[in-house]
Nanobody, 120 residues
Framework: QVQLVESGGGLVQAGGSLRLSCAAS????????MGWYRQAPGKQRDLVAG???????NYADSVKGRFTISRDNAKNTVYLQMNSLKPEDEAVYYC??????????????WGQGTQVTVSS
C-alpha cells in the first residue's frame, strides 16, 4: 500500500560525503514525521535523524554537525546529507515514515535499507 524506496548509498572514503534519498508512494493521505535509522552488524537499529512535518529536526549526538536531514513534502521524499563521514558511520541506513493513509489509518513504513560503506 505504501512503499519507501531508498537510494544514494555506496562506498566513500573517510571525510567524504553522500546524500541518501527516500521517496514514499502509495495510498498516502499525509506523512507526519520521517526519519533515518542505521544498523551496523551486531548492533541495534538506532535513530540517526528525524524531521517532523513542520520541519523540526533532531539528530543523534554522533552525527550532529555532520549530517543534515531535510524533506520535500511535494515529493514525499526525505534526504540525509552526510558530510565528513567516518568509518563509524558505516551501516545499513533505513528510512521510516509515519504515514496517514487515505483510509485515515496511521502506521509506520520502512525503506528497504541502503548500505553505506566508509573506507579509511
Amino acid at each position: 500500500q505504501v512503499q519507501l524506496v531508498e537510494s544514494g548509498g555506496g562506498l566513500v572514503q573517510a571525510g567524504g560525503s553522500l546524500r541518501l534519498s527516500c521517496a514514499a508512494s502509495g495510498s498516502i493521505f499525509s506523512i507526519n514525521a520521517m526519519g533515518w535509522y542505521r544498523q551496523a552488524p551486531g548492533k541495534q537499529r538506532d535513530l540517526v535523524a528525524g524531521i517532523t512535518s513542520g520541519g523540526s529536526t533532531n539528530y543523534a549526538d554522533s552525527v550532529k554537525g555532520r549530517f543534515t536531514i531535510s524533506r520535500d513534502n511535494a515529493k514525499n521524499t526525505v534526504y540525509l546529507q552526510m558530510n565528513s563521514l567516518k568509518p563509524e558511520d558505516e551501516a545499513v541506513y533505513y528510512c521510516k515514515a509515519d504515514v496517514t493513509l487515505t483510509s485515515r489509518s496511521r502506521t509506520d513504513y520502512w525503506g528497504q535499507g541502503t548500505q553505506v560503506t566508509v573506507s579509511s
